[in-house]
């Protein structure tokens, strides 16, 4: 799973970057109100929910910005790194992270307020699984046919060049996937979300393939 600390070498806010990404994947609008997180805040909490650090990163990096303020000089270019998220009507940007902070701090401070449960944004299933996302998206796209001559040839591609953590953090993910979605109507959806434009092998299911390339994944790291 990624995490913001990934990007703290070159960001001043990279908790706060990846929680605006959540609200930018969902109109660019702040929709929390001080009673109800909104889908975006409740997305962001249920990725944190086994990594509750990222919440607690997120109320500090809220704190410092507004403690600086906004429109300062001395953070304006670590504010131009941030996603653009409109405020509620009646509200400004400021007020808007406010209400989102509070959140935060409830969420972070209460036992297991976020059920397990698969994620509801295209964003959350983007973050919660981003190297099958690169898998998917990178090597079974729309012109999967014009680069491979089969679907072996394409995870061979991948398992060759891709470094050892990252094939065991897909080999992770997928068995997290397969797990956490039952319905094969709904895997179908995750795994278009996820990147999947081409249909499995003939005569195989989703989930059998998903499974299949799992196995070859983790056999291509054991010879390694």
């Not at 994947?25 to 702040?30: E, L, M, Q, R, V």
Request: proline content about 6%; charged content about 25%.
């Amino acid at each position: 799973m990624s995490h913001p600390r990934d990007l703290a070498e070159y960001e001043r806010f990279p908790a706060l970057h990846e929680l605006l990404d959540s609200y930018a994947s969902i109109d660019y609008t702040f929709t929390d109100t001080p009673d109800q997180p909104g889908p975006a805040l409740q997305a962001y909490a249920r990725l944190s929910r086994d990594t509750p650090d990222r919440l607690d990163m997120a109320v500090r990096e809220i704190d410092e910005l507004l403690h600086i303020g906004l429109a300062s000089e001395e953070i304006a270019n670590d504010v131009d790194l941030l996603p653009r998220i409109k405020p509620a009507a009646g509200r400004s940007v400021e007020e808007c992270l406010q209400i989102a902070r509070d959140h935060l701090i409830r969420m972070a401070g209460a036992d297991n307020v976020v059920k397990p449960m698969a994620p509801q944004t295209k964003w959350e299933w983007r973050a919660r699984f981003p190297e099958l996302h690169q898998l998917l998206g990178a090597y079974f796209h729309q012109d999967f046919s014009h680069d491979y001559a089969s679907h072996d040839e394409a995870i061979a591609d991948y398992s060759s060049g891709a470094p050892t953590d990252d094939i065991r953090q897909a080999v992770e993910e997928i068995h997290t996937l397969l797990s956490l979605i039952e319905s094969d109507t709904e895997l179908s959806h995750a795994a278009n979300v996820l990147g999947l434009e081409v249909y499995p092998p003939k005569g195989t299911s989703l989930r059998q393939w998903l499974t299949d390339v799992s196995d070859r994944l983790a056999r291509s790291v054991e010879y390694r």
